[in-house]
């Protein structure tokens, strides 16, 4: 998803509020609008980065994490800016677009590099469904050989021909991590925002064929409730769900 001469980019500026601890974080998003291809924040990943916003405190503190279909990347972002990730893994079906990261100061470094960077931040091609090298020697890439505990996804499950693909993928993530050797106590999970747009998509076979379970996660327990989270004018009237995701039986 390269930029080129005849893409139009546009700004879009978010702030996220903890009025209780009168906290803020302001966050650029770099939107590519060009004839053949979008590459747009959807709604669903404003919710998805309240959310991380919102435990910022817990949820990735010193832990390796990694986006699914990350597009513009906006939780990767926040997780970046505000959650001290121990690694963030940002990935897409081809090269994930990397101005928004360096529109918020995140550099980038390239696989393989020992070179220092201001953030544990690597991007690379993940197809879901695809199990490729790069994939299944993903702890090969952070810096201690750790395997991503959380893996994130925004709107993700947009399309039903493509969730099987998608926790195919999320299932290898989250077996390889739950078997390593240096896996602490917390427990693998895939943390996942998706649009309603058809009342008639479940995923409940799949996540059974996975031997995977979910549990829903209000939007309210984490001020996602609203149509306006961090000033974006998002997610609107769109309906937007969160879910939590993880392998049966390994957390209980
Ligand atoms: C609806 S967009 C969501 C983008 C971003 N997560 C957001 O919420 O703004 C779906 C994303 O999934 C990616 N994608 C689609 N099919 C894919 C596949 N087979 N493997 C990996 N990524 C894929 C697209 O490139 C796109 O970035």
């Not at 966050?27 to 004839?35: D, F, L, N, R, Y």
């Not at 106590?185 to 059974?208: G, M, V």
Request: proline share 4%.
């Amino acid at each position: 998803m390269s930029n080129d001469d005849n893409a139009l980019i546009t700004k879009r500026h978010l702030q996220f509020f903890d009025t209780a601890l009168q906290d803020t974080l302001k966050v650029v998003v770099c939107e590519t609008i060009k004839p053949e291809y979008g590459l747009y924040m959807w709604p669903c990943s404003v919710v998805l980065a309240q959310y991380i916003w919102y435990h910022r405190e817990s949820i990735l503190r010193g832990r390796t994490c990694l986006e699914i279909g990350a597009g513009t990347g906006l939780p990767s972002i926040v997780a970046l800016k505000c959650a001290n990730p121990n690694f963030v893994i940002v990935t897409d079906k081809i090269s994930c677009a990397r101005t928004s990261f360096e529109e918020n100061g995140i550099t980038t470094f390239k696989a393989n590099s020992t070179h220092s960077m201001d953030y544990p931040v690597l991007f690379l091609d993940i197809k879901w469904g695809c199990f490729t090298t790069e994939l299944l020697n993903i702890s090969l890439f952070t810096n201690n050989k750790i395997f991503p505990e959380v893996i994130l996804g925004s709107d993700c499950f947009y399309d039903p021909m493509v969730f099987d693909e998608i926790l195919s993928t999320v299932y290898f993530l989250l077996k390889s991590c739950s078997e390593a050797p240096n896996h602490g106590h917390n427990c693998p999970k895939f943390l996942c925002t998706y649009q309603t747009r058809s009342a008639d998509w479940k995923i409940t076979d799949q996540l059974e064929r996975w031997n995977m379970e979910a549990v829903h996660i209000p939007l309210e327990s984490f001020d996602a409730g609203g149509i306006n989270i961090a000033a974006s004018g998002m997610p609107g009237s769109q309906s937007i769900q969160m879910m939590e995701i993880t392998l049966k039986r390994f957390c209980t």
